[in-house]
Each structure stands twice: as C-alpha cells, then as structure tokens.
C-alpha cells in the first residue's frame, strides 16, 4: 500500500519561506505504476534524490533562520527511532507467513494428526473464493474477443496475503492486480511468481517443524499477468488513478480486519465501473485490535445499506468455510459470509 503523510497545521511561516522539495513517490506507489511508467518515475526520483550544493546550501540556510525545524526534526528522528523498533505485527512474522503459504497452497488434510479429521468442504478456499469471478472474466474475454475489442479485462484482489487466489484469477483475466498491507506476504507473492514453488517450515509438535513444499497454481505465462505491490485497503480512492478500473474486485477475510471498512467500500466505487463485480468473504469477527471504533463495524444490513449506497446492487449470497492449520494438532475452522455485488448503470 502507499502512504502519504501530510502536515497541514504546518506554520504559515514555514510554507511561505522554507524552500520546496521536489516531490517524491514512495516505492510501494510505484510498485503500482504499470511497468513502463514505473520505469520512469525510479529514474526520476534517482536524480531528484542526488544532493546538490543549492539543496545543501538551503539546508543551512533553514537552519541557521529557523531553529524550530532542528527541534521538529528530532520530534520526527525520535518517532521514527520508536517505530522501527516497534515489535513486528502478526502478519509479519515469518511463521505467520509460513502458515497463510500453507494455507494458500498446500493440502492441509496431508498435514493433520487424522487427515478423516479434517472438513474436506473447508479446503481449496483460495481458489473457491475466485471461482465466480474467474468464470465471469472468462465470459467477457470471449465476449470481447467475438466483437475483436481491444479492452484489457482485468482483476482486483484485495487484501491478497500470499497470493494464492491472485494465481487463480490469473486464469480469467488479462491483468491481474494483488496488494496487501503486509509487506513479507507481497515478499511471498513475488518470491511465488519468480520461481513457482518455496520450501517453507510448518509446526508439526511443540517446538518441531518440518519442510513442504508450496507449488504456484498457475502456468508462467498466467503469473506473469500478475502485479504485486503493497497497499492499504482503506486509500483505495486516494490511489484510484494509479489502480484503474476493474472488472471484478475480489476482497476475502478482510473486512473485519479494517480499521476504517466505510474508506474501503469507497474504494471499491473508485475502481470500478457500471457492470463490475465486486466479491466480499467476512466472517464477521470484528477486533478491538483491528477496529478499534466500534462506530466503524458493520453487519450483514448495514453492509448491504452502505453498497447500495454507492450503486452497487446485491446479486448473491452464500457460505465459503476455510481451514487454516496452526500445527498438527489445531487449526481454526472459519466459516466466512460471501456476498456478491454487481455495480449499477
């Protein structure tokens, strides 16, 4: 996801005689960016980052007239210090991502003390939540390569983890995009689109793991229409642009897991057109430490009122159980609430 972080109480002082900066695009907006133009914009912003005595010079100058900046500076030094010391978040821990790969693209009941055990109708979700969306991108290809059209139909995922269903879509569609907030699971994804396959270690008992392998499920030419980048949910309309227009959005197990899910849905307008599917799996368990207002959670009525809102009109609903083993042992069994919407003319 992409992160802009903009002061506006800053002093008018400051504005009006502290010398501009020319602006820079984080890496993870320009992840985003087709290929070409993210070419271009590295090349830019590797000249704009060389030092030059004029930038040096206003430094100082900064400096020397206003000794505030130096105080404020240590304010944000200090900040920064704190975060990157700050304890990693779940999704970033290496046995979280080890056990979503596992999720994604393993055969769990291989994996369980008694395979007999394991609900059979609760595997593959990585798949079954694309299945609708891939069977309608395989229709409107065909549709538009009958009436020699030349558009470019394309996917969104959503809160995409380790990747597993932006491969699948990868099968329907021209393009496929994927981000998550999760800066080792998109680590994951493209480690997946390379090389097809990882090695990772899974609990087995207590401290003991043991290695298996994750297999791509999808042919090189389908991961190749992928495009993996960081991203937050929740600034889909500010990155809109960048993302374009989508003929279906898939977004699994995400919802309550938003700290704003209104921001998110407004997202979904803003990148989609009239005639767009948009594919949400929820198992409703809202969080203190994912949303913490509780102003902000929604319910099956108000998920419906909120999307009606925004044009979209509510075309199915049904349930996708998911298996997600933590060790030989236990595993959480999720039932998770889809919902299909179709955008309105």
């Known amino acids: 996801m992409i992160y802009v972080c903009k002061d506006d109480a800053a002093p008018a002082l400051l504005t009006t005689t502290r010398p501009t900066a020319p602006r820079r695009l984080s890496p993870a907006r320009i992840d985003a960016m087709p290929p070409k133009r993210a070419r271009e914009a590295r090349r830019t912003d590797k000249d704009d980052a060389s030092p030059s005595t004029c930038t040096r010079a206003s430094r100082r100058h900064a400096r020397a007239t206003f000794p505030i900046l130096r105080d404020t500076c240590n304010v944000t030094n200090a900040r920064l210090t704190r975060n990157a010391r700050r304890p990693p978040r779940p999704d970033e821990r290496e046995e979280t991502v080890n056990m979503y790969l596992e999720f994604h693209y393993a055969n769990t009941m291989d994996l369980f003390a008694k395979g007999s055990f394991v609900p059979a109708d609760a595997l593959g979700f990585a798949e079954r939540v694309t299945q609708k969306a891939v069977a309608l991108g395989k229709s409107r290809v065909e549709d ?37 907030f999760s800066r080792p699971f998109i680590d994951a994804c493209k480690h997946m689109q390379k090389y097809g396959s990882m090695e990772v270690n899974v609990p087995d008992e207590g401290d003991s793991v043991h290695p298996i392998r994750c297999e791509r499920p999808c042919s090189d030419a389908e991961a190749r229409k992928v495009r993996f980048h960081v991203g937050d949910a929740c600034e889909m309309v500010r990155d809109a642009e960048i993302l374009g227009k989508f003929y279906c959005v898939i977004m699994a197990n995400l919802l309550c897991r938003l700290p704003h899910p209104r921001a998110c849905l407004d997202g979904l307008k803003a990148v989609t057109s009239p005639g767009s599917h948009v594919f949400i799996f929820t198992p409703w368990s809202w969080l203190d430490e994912y949303t913490p207002d509780a102003e902000e959670r929604l319910d099956l009525e108000s998920l419906h009122n909120e999307m009606k809102e925004r044009r979209f009109e509510w075309a199915g609903t049904w349930e996708e159980p998911c298996f997600i083993r933590e060790h030989t042992r236990k595993g959480q069994y999720i039932v998770s609430q889809a919902h299909w919407y179709r955008r309105a003319d």
């Not at 059209?149 to 496929?176: P, Q, W, Y």
């Open 144 to 180: 538009r390569d009958t009436r020699c059209d030349t558009r470019v139909i394309r996917a969104l995922d959503i809160g995409c983890a380790v990747g597993g269903s932006a491969f699948h879509l990868a099968k329907g569609f021209d393009e496929v995009v994927a981000f998550d």
